[in-house]
């Protein structure tokens, strides 16, 4: 079994910035892509962004493109989300998650392991 854990939530004021942190521990070999996701009240879980295994390609959900950087550190099982100019519309709970396949997706369907989540709330 793969665990993912998340760290670094809070509570930040519109225009700030804040870095979320994911850890993988366990059967971690199994680990290729990962992403991260976020979830608001009421809301479906959505895309945020996900990087490849090697870190060579990313990709972003138009709305965060440019405020959001993903990267992750393979040898430390590691994946970060540094997230800048943060809008209220941020506000949710953010999801790390992995899969077996070194293939990007956008897809919630597609991801095998999922971290429990952090809060992530934006004020105005």
């Known amino acids: 079994q793969v665990q993912l854990v998340e760290s670094g939530g809070g509570l930040v004021q519109a225009g700030g910035s804040l870095k979320l942190s994911c850890a993988a521990s366990?059967?971690?070999?199994?680990?290729?892509?990962m992403g991260w996701f976020r979830q608001a009240p009421g809301k479906e879980r959505e895309f945020v962004g996900s990087?490849?295994?090697?870190?060579?390609?990313?990709d972003y959900a138009s709305s965060v493109k440019g405020r959001l950087t993903i990267s992750r550190d393979n040898a430390k099982n590691t994946l970060a989300l540094q997230m800048n100019s943060l809008k209220p519309e941020g506000t949710a709970v953010y999801y790390c998650?992995?899969?077996?396949?070194?293939?990007?997706?956008?897809?919630?369907?597609?991801?095998?392991?999922w971290g429990q989540g952090t809060q992530v709330t934006v004020s105005s």
């Open positions: 990087i490849n295994w090697s870190g060579g390609r990313t």
């Open positions: 366990g059967l971690t070999f199994y680990i290729r892509a």
């Open positions: 998650a992995a899969r077996e396949r070194d293939v990007l997706s956008t897809d919630p369907k597609m991801l095998d392991y």
